[in-house]
Structure formats: structure tokens, C-alpha cells
């Protein structure tokens, strides 16, 4: 288990030297998900609004691997002033700590501030939630958790 952890890890801090992200690295939701099954340290943080998780669906995974801290609240989409406190309530600077978002705009600048303030394991979910839109405008079929089959629970 240490070694798929180990390995899941050192390709996702691969990702950040190629890309010169300024958070520990990225991964896919596959690879999200497997690192929460490794490891029940490791904890997903999703950023998205209340709303988003209670009209579109969450992730499942085990309550205490999951924190749900808004990055900026709903309707008006104000930054989340209270963000690193609330993280500070729910994780440790040294936890390997998963962002997600709908789509991996806002995780990304999640792992950066808590990168930032003294968290070193940050690393982004790539394609989020519900990835991108599709030829139709819908999302949830190309790319994100949700595409990928990994286990959620709908609105």
C-alpha cells in the first residue's frame, strides 16, 4: 500500500516541476481516489459552495477524509474570508491534502493559499467534480469525478 501511495504521490509532484505549479502537484480523480483508499490520512478537501454540493452531489468517501470549506459563498461569490481557519479546524499542515472543485479552477487557488500558509502536501484534482462541458454544454461526461466513475452521491 505504501508503495501505490509512494508512487501515486511522486507522479503527481512530477506534474508540479513540469508545470511550475506553486503547490505540491496535481492528480487525476482516479488517482485522488486511490490516494483516500491508501491512506485514511489523506483528506479531500472540496471547495466548491453548499449549494454546489447539495443541488449537483459529493464525493463519497469516508467523513473523516472529507472536509467541505467553501471557497467563496453563494449567490454572491465573495471569497471565503475564513478559509484557512476553517482548514486549520479540519487538517494538519503535514496531511496530505486533496483540493476539489467543479472543475479545478478554484482548487487550484485553494492548494495555493493553504500552500502559502504552511501546508506542504497540497495538491489539486484535476478536472474537479464535474470536468468540462460537453458538446451540449453539459457537464459530468468529460473529465472530473463524476466521468470517471468514481463513487459520489447525487442531489
Known sequence: MTTDLDSLLATARQRAIASALPY???VTPAEAFALVKADRNVKLVDV??????DWIGRVAVAAEQHA???WNGYPDGVQNSAFMTQLAETAKPE???????RSGVRSRHAATLATANGYPNCF???EGFEGDRDAAGH???VG???AAGLPWVGA
Open 139 to 141: 457537464r459530468k461526461t
Open 95 to 101: 496531511q496530505v491534502l486533496l483540493f476539489l472543485c
Open 24 to 26: 505540491a502537484g496535481a
Open 144 to 146: 472530473g469525478w463524476c
Open 68 to 70: 467541505a470549506i467553501e
Open 48 to 53: 466548491r459552495t453548499s449549494a454546489e454540493r
Open 124 to 126: 489539486d484534482i484535476l
